[in-house]
């Protein structure tokens, strides 16, 4: 009897003991198991230019290309006349093209300062860091008139500068084309002819990677040591201040 109890005591003290060495002893892995694999890192984000653009000032050369404009009568659009356009030099309202240009390029990623929707604009502080002005000029004027209104086409040729407020240069210009058509009558259809056409040559200009050359150009810190860009001459657009 004896035996037996000293081997049940001696079984149990060896059940307690294996469970505190199986804890203590490391298990090793398969010599064949993969190693974990490491996780990749993201790739870096773009950098996004937050310089902004604003429209500077439209001017509607009618002077230095001199043209006459077709012009045809009533719902048929017959007894075709030619007008010729006065000579002059003439600002556009700034609030018509700027919002011509806030709708174009906003959908397009461009960061803007616009006061067409902004009813304190003049109290504003806010300025853009690129100035951006243009002068038309029309190259062809085919449109009709009646008591509907005005349809037609009106081909324009867009010079544009680009202005740096941090350098106080002119850095980039380029030459568009654009063009504005309306194939129905409309009452404002003058108006509307013009502004197809300006935001056509807007969007060219965009999508040649104009605008976005000169919002992501050097910083101001850089400027100095940047070589100055080459321009067009200065005399199409007065420096904006």
Same mark, same amino acid.
């Given at each position: ?10 079984a149990g003290l060896i059940g307690l003991a294996l469970p505190a060495l199986a804890q ?50 009533g719902t048929l659009c017959v007894f075709p006349s030619h007008i010729e356009l006065p ?10 093209? +700027?919002?011509? @240009?806030?709708?174009? *390029?906003?959908? %397009?990623?461009? !960061?803007? #300062? ?11 502080a806010a300025k853009g860091d690129v100035l951006i002005g243009a002068v038309m000029e ?16 009106? +081909?324009?040729? @867009?010079?544009?500068? *680009?202005?740096? %407020?941090?350098? !106080?240069? #002119? ?71």
């Amino acid at each position: 009897m004896m035996r037996v109890t000293r081997a049940i005591v001696a079984a149990g003290l060896i059940g307690l003991a294996l469970p505190a060495l199986a804890q203590e002893a490391p298990v090793a892995p398969p010599a064949d198991a993969p190693a974990a694999a490491e996780t990749p890192a993201p790739p870096p984000v773009a950098a996004i230019s937050m310089r902004t653009l604003e429209l500077s000032k439209v001017v509607l050369d009618t002077e230095t290309n001199r043209i006459k404009a077709r012009v045809k009568g009533g719902t048929l659009c017959v007894f075709p006349s030619h007008i010729e356009l006065p000579a002059e030099k003439k600002t556009q309202e700034q609030e018509r093209y +700027d919002g011509l @240009v806030a709708r174009a *390029l906003k959908e %397009r990623g461009v !960061g803007l #300062v616009t006061k067409a929707d902004d009813l304190f604009a003049s109290e504003s502080a806010a300025k853009g860091d690129v100035l951006i002005g243009a002068v038309m000029e029309p190259t062809a004027m085919n449109i009709c008139s009646s008591v509907d209104g005005f349809k037609g086409t009106i +081909d324009i040729s @867009v010079q544009w500068q *680009l202005f740096d %407020r941090a350098k !106080g240069a #002119v850095v980039q210009s380029a030459t568009t084309k654009g063009t504005g058509t309306l194939p129905k009558f409309s009452v404002n259809g003058y108006e509307e002819m013009w502004d197809l056409a300006f935001v056509d040559a807007l969007v060219k200009l965009h999508d040649q990677g104009v605008v976005r050359a000169a919002l992501e150009g050097a910083p101001a810190a850089a400027a100095d040591a940047a070589a100055p860009a080459e321009t067009a001459p200065a005399a199409t657009l007065p420096q904006v201040p």
